[in-house]
């Protein structure tokens, strides 16, 4: 018993870490909901539909799951958060449709629920990747690319809908930029300036 309360002393960091991504989840369920609603209504110019309109879109969730992704400790533990994002995410968006009377899309919602493994699967590759360059590069393409596509099929665009793109293209830019290294070529990169440092002595 000792041990387990040692474990979860050790690890409080970790497990608050999973438990704010999960609740987070929750909210931009409820959230996403309450946008669609209000863009059904007709206010397309309000802030709730402004932002039902940009979650619908796929440049929000890979901005999203590629920060959170990339803030994580390692690659299992970058698809564990995105999975804990997402699906207390689909669920509280079932929810909340119940609740406040809204249309659930049958289709967007089995979508999304195929989309969580390739999402968590994505999310490990990008943190586990050696190759920071080439990760940048994918990533950048893939965002460029799913932007472009939003923006496309959005019919009528407001003015506070491209405030939002902007500033989402902004820290998708911004986690781009700052991608770490993997554990892995750290070390590497750590044991090449060692070799070196040990060569200056000699």
């Not at 999960?22 to 369920?29: E, T």
């Amino acid at each position: 018993m000792k041990r387990y309360i040692t474990f979860i002393r050790n690890h409080m960091k970790l497990f608050m870490g999973f438990a704010l991504t999960g609740f987070a989840g929750v909210l931009l369920g409820f959230l996403v909901q309450a946008g669609d609603i209000a863009a059904d209504c007709g206010n397309s110019s309000g802030l709730l539909a402004s932002f039902g309109t940009v979650t619908f879109g796929f440049f929000f969730w890979i901005t999203v799951c590629s920060a959170l992704a990339l803030r994580s400790r390692c690659g299992l533990h970058a698809s564990l958060l995105v999975l804990t994002l997402l699906s207390p995410m689909l669920v509280s968006y079932r929810i909340a449709a119940w609740c406040m009377g809204g249309y659930v899309n049958t289709s967007l919602l089995a979508f999304g629920l195929l989309m969580l493994l390739p999402s968590a699967i994505a999310a490990w590759i990008l943190r586990a990747s050696n190759d920071r360059r080439l990760m940048q590069v994918f990533l950048g393409q893939a965002g460029v690319l799913a932007l472009l596509f939003d923006l496309s099929n959005r019919g009528c665009v407001t003015r506070l809908y491209l405030l939002m793109m902007l500033a989402l293209l902004g820290v998708f830019l911004r986690t781009v930029s700052r991608m770490p290294a993997s554990r892995e070529a750290r070390r590497r990169t750590q044991s090449a300036l060692c070799m070196y440092r040990m060569g200056q002595q000699l």
